[in-house]
């Protein structure tokens, strides 16, 4: 009888501490998503929401004085598609990220391999590498306008030191003319890709190094015993190692070059430069949604922007994953 007493004891107190743990669990769940409210709410009102609205507005001829918004269905991105000007923004928009993306990288792994090398004041060329990133595109681009300048600028008074100098050294060189960097179609993109690698190298310089000290150093010890160069170690070591740091960097910088906007206008003073050649896609629908007010269009311009680039990032994923999935 006593032992039969106990059973049913330890049954009903597994019973109560069951019941007691489900009823917990619940009252967990409730509180998790208590915690987790705000962030909710957040991402509904700022960030799905608008996404929503916008595509809303892309689908009528919503200008900003109009007191009526017809719906026009896809009229919009048919107007886009056949606008020419939208083309250009679009070449221009490929140019830059052509430029931007496999030059910042490439500069970015270069910097991280050589501080990698680096014993003493590693800490301090971190920070001066770095420190363009934290500096507003606004101040970058005001001061890379000065350097621009095409009479006074810093940029073609040392190339003309440079050319002069060659020539005295008895090289057939011509002299050296000023180049026109924002006022020539030519070398407008290329001018602002350029002040774009230095503004942003120093983040991608961080993500890489953090690549490169993960690398376990015993494969590095490895490679010296067998007798590798510096080039046969970053081949088979290093480089393998960082495809998916390179993966990361090279996906956040495709994503960041489409978008660009502030390097143009700025330069340019929102407008789009000589020939439109600093005309992006970004600073395109900016004009026609905020300065024509044309809020529909301008909607339209970003969804197809939002179509490229998520395209683009796909193709990304499915090309280093076929080859991750070659190699293994």
């Not at 709410?41 to 007191?67: C, D, M, N, Q």
């Not at 020539?167 to 602002?192: E, N, V, Y």
């Not at 996906?251 to 660009?260: R, W």
Request: proline share 5%; aromatic share 16%.
């Amino acid at each position: 009888m006593q032992a039969e007493a106990k059973a049913l004891d330890s049954g009903s107190v597994s019973q109560s501490l069951s019941t007691r743990s489900a009823a917990g669990g619940r009252s967990g769940g409730w509180i998790g998503w208590l915690f987790a409210l705000p962030h909710l709410i957040l991402f509904f009102v700022f960030l799905l929401g608008p996404t929503v609205y916008g595509f809303f507005i892309s689908l009528r001829e919503w200008h900003v004085l109009a007191k009526q918004h017809p719906f026009v269905g896809l009229a919009n991105y048919q107007a886009a598609l056949s606008d020419d000007i939208f083309w250009i923004a679009l070449r221009n928009t490929a140019y830059f990220v052509f430029l931007v993306v496999p030059l910042g990288n490439l500069v970015s792994l270069l910097l991280a391999l050589g501080l990698g090398q680096v014993r003493r004041l590693q800490t301090f060329y971190k920070v001066a590498f770095y420190m363009p990133v934290v500096i507003s595109i606004a101040v970058v681009a005001v001061l890379w306008q000065w350097l621009y300048n095409t009479q006074v600028g810093l940029l073609n008074l040392y190339l003309g030191t440079m050319v002069n100098g060659l020539r005295q050294l008895g090289l057939p060189l011509s002299a050296f003319q000023p180049i026109p960097w924002l006022s020539d179609p030519h070398w407008t993109m290329p001018s602002i890709a350029l002040m774009s690698i230095w503004w942003g190298a120093g983040g991608n310089m961080i993500l890489y190094l953090a690549g490169i000290n993960n690398i376990p150093p015993d494969y590095y010890e490895a490679a010296r015993i067998d007798g590798a160069n510096a080039w046969q170690v970053f081949k088979s070591i290093t480089w393998p190692l960082l495809r998916p740091t390179t993966l990361f960097c090279l996906v956040f910088s495709v994503l960041g070059a489409f978008q660009i906007f502030g390097q143009s206008y700025v330069l340019y003073g929102g407008g789009a430069g000589p020939g439109r050649a600093g005309l992006t896609l970004v600073l395109y629908m900016y004009q026609q949604g905020f300065s024509q007010y044309e809020i529909g269009y301008g909607a339209a311009i970003a969804y197809l922007l939002f179509a490229i680039v998520l395209a683009f990032t796909a193709v990304q994923f499915r090309l280093l994953s076929n080859r991750e999935e070659s190699r293994s």
